[in-house]
């Protein structure tokens, strides 16, 4: 966590509305961590140190920062209940956010989520008309994986550092190819050791020496001086002194079990969501914030369930899943925003059904 102080070089800044792309903020920022440092990372609830004024620790933090990411999705310039645009607000973080680096000549790249279009330069109040003049980079759902190596690379040159991810996926490369000589390595001793085990050399070898002895003994009588091997006399009476001949061992066949049903059935989104979840109402544009508020999912399909609470501003909706990294949200386009982050433990729920209700808990 971030306590104000100074940070290090190539700071990252994620500048994102919660009821507007937390979702994608989350995705994105676990795959800047993989390729940077968490701690070059700033998004403000994991980055703020507890008892921090939020004002003051993003003033600073931009101050720091190399670039800063702006994720923009459809309803960043969405109207506040009963107010205008939430951007021409003075006092709308996002809008400090974007302004203070604008100021500071700090590289901002637009971020635009799942279809959103660019905001009109017109439509943007004057400490924000320059970001109309930046150029975007989209992420998709659909096409998250190419997306984000596009961001990455993007990130890295402005910071320097071109051959992170090159480095890293030259790495990832090389390491492949090493899995499959060692692999084909382990096919060719494999195979060569049948062929000594079976060759016709050591077949012929055998089929030489005494049929009877071989049978009586287990094993070829052993060679002469005058030769090959000769059949021992009165094997057959001597047989008796060698004991009483034991059975070969016969193998069982290997049987394998059958995998169940259940085992085979691939998990489902809606399995990964459902579940009671507790927690708080943090904000109510018709009311304050509330504790101890129970959320319930249950699953309609495999990718859409109905969610119930006894808070009754949250009311009773049903939505469609989608998986963006290591998140489960709510489709694109759609009024509600649902965001379960799975790395956490318990998981962590951050819903929004109608955009005035904010609700935050964990899974029971």
């Given at each position: 966590?971030?306590?104000?102080?100074?940070?290090?070089?190539?700071?990252?800044?994620?500048?994102?509305?919660?009821?507007?792309?937390?979702?994608?903020?989350?995705?994105?920022?676990?795959?800047?961590?993989?390729?940077?440092?968490?701690?070059?990372?700033?998004?403000d609830v994991d980055a703020i140190?507890?008892?921090?004024?939020?004002?003051?620790?993003?003033?600073?933090?931009?101050?720091?920062?190399?670039?800063?990411?702006?994720?923009?999705?459809?309803?960043?310039?969405?109207?506040?209940?009963?107010?205008?645009?939430?951007?021409?607000?003075?006092?709308?973080?996002?809008?400090?956010?974007?302004?203070?680096?604008?100021?500071?000549?700090?590289?901002?790249?637009?971020?635009?989520?799942?279809?959103?279009?660019?905001?009109?330069?017109?439509?943007?109040?004057?400490?924000?008309?320059?970001?109309?003049?930046?150029?975007?980079?989209?992420?998709?759902?659909?096409?998250?994986?190419?997306?984000?190596?596009?961001?990455?690379?993007?990130?890295?040159?402005?910071?320097?550092?071109?051959?992170?991810?090159?480095?890293?996926?030259?790495?990832?490369?090389?390491?492949?190819?090493?899995?499959?000589?060692?692999?084909?390595?382990?096919?060719?001793?494999?195979?060569?050791?049948?062929?000594?085990?079976?060759?016709?050399?050591?077949?012929?070898?055998?089929s030489q020496s005494s049929p009877?002895?071989?049978?009586?003994?287990?094993?070829?009588?052993?060679?002469?001086?005058?030769?090959?091997?000769?059949?021992?006399?009165?094997?057959?009476?001597?047989?008796?002194?060698?004991?009483?001949?034991?059975?070969?061992?016969?193998?069982?066949?290997?049987?394998?079990?059958?995998?169940?049903?259940?085992?085979?059935?691939?998990?489902?989104?809606?399995?990964?969501?459902?579940?009671?979840y507790y927690g708080d109402v943090?904000?109510?544009?018709?009311?304050?914030?509330?504790?101890?508020?129970?959320?319930?999912?249950?699953?309609?399909?495999?990718?859409?369930?109905?969610?119930?609470?006894?808070?009754?501003?949250?009311?009773?909706?049903?939505?469609?899943?989608?998986?963006?990294?290591?998140?489960?949200?709510?489709?694109?386009?759609?009024?509600?925003?649902?965001?379960?982050?799975?790395?956490?433990?318990?998981?962590?729920?951050?819903?929004?059904?109608?955009?005035?209700?904010?609700?935050?808990?964990?899974?029971?």
């Amino acid at each position: 966590m971030w306590d104000g102080t100074s940070m290090s070089n190539g700071h990252i800044f994620i500048s994102y509305r919660r009821d507007d792309s937390a979702g994608y903020a989350r995705a994105i920022y676990d795959q800047l961590v993989q390729h940077f440092s968490r701690e070059r990372i700033f998004m403000d609830v994991d980055a703020i140190e507890p008892g921090f004024p939020f004002d003051e620790a993003i003033e600073r933090a931009v101050g720091q920062c190399e670039i800063l990411l702006a994720m923009i999705g459809r309803r960043w310039m969405e109207q506040q209940a009963g107010a205008g645009l939430r951007i021409n607000d003075p006092k709308d973080f996002v809008r400090l956010e974007i302004a203070a680096a604008l100021s500071r000549n700090i590289r901002v790249i637009p971020v635009l989520l799942d279809g959103a279009s660019m905001p009109a330069e017109e439509a943007l109040p004057e400490p924000l008309r320059a970001l109309a003049r930046r150029n975007a980079l989209e992420v998709s759902n659909s096409r998250f994986k190419s997306d984000m190596e596009r961001l990455l690379e993007a990130v890295s040159k402005a910071l320097g550092e071109s051959n992170t991810s090159s480095g890293k996926q030259d790495l990832r490369t090389r390491k492949s190819m090493l899995y499959w000589l060692a692999g084909g390595l382990a096919v060719v001793v494999l195979f060569s050791s049948l062929l000594f085990d079976y060759s016709p050399t050591t077949n012929r070898s055998l089929s030489q020496s005494s049929p009877t002895l071989i049978a009586e003994t287990g094993e070829p009588p052993a060679p002469t001086a005058d030769g090959p091997s000769k059949p021992i006399p009165g094997s057959s009476s001597s047989s008796s002194e060698l004991g009483p001949k034991l059975p070969a061992a016969r193998e069982q066949p290997l049987t394998q079990q059958p995998i169940s049903r259940e085992a085979r059935k691939p998990v489902e989104l809606a399995d990964l969501v459902a579940g009671i979840y507790y927690g708080d109402v943090i904000s109510d544009s018709k009311g304050s914030s509330r504790s101890d508020v129970t959320v319930t999912i249950a699953k309609v399909n495999k990718r859409k369930v109905r969610i119930t609470s006894d808070y009754e501003r949250l009311g009773t909706v049903e939505i469609d899943l989608t998986r963006v990294g290591n998140t489960i949200q709510s489709v694109g386009g759609s009024t509600t925003l649902l965001l379960l982050e799975l790395e956490k433990n318990p998981p962590r729920l951050d819903y929004n059904p109608n955009g005035e209700v904010a609700y935050s808990g964990q899974r029971q």
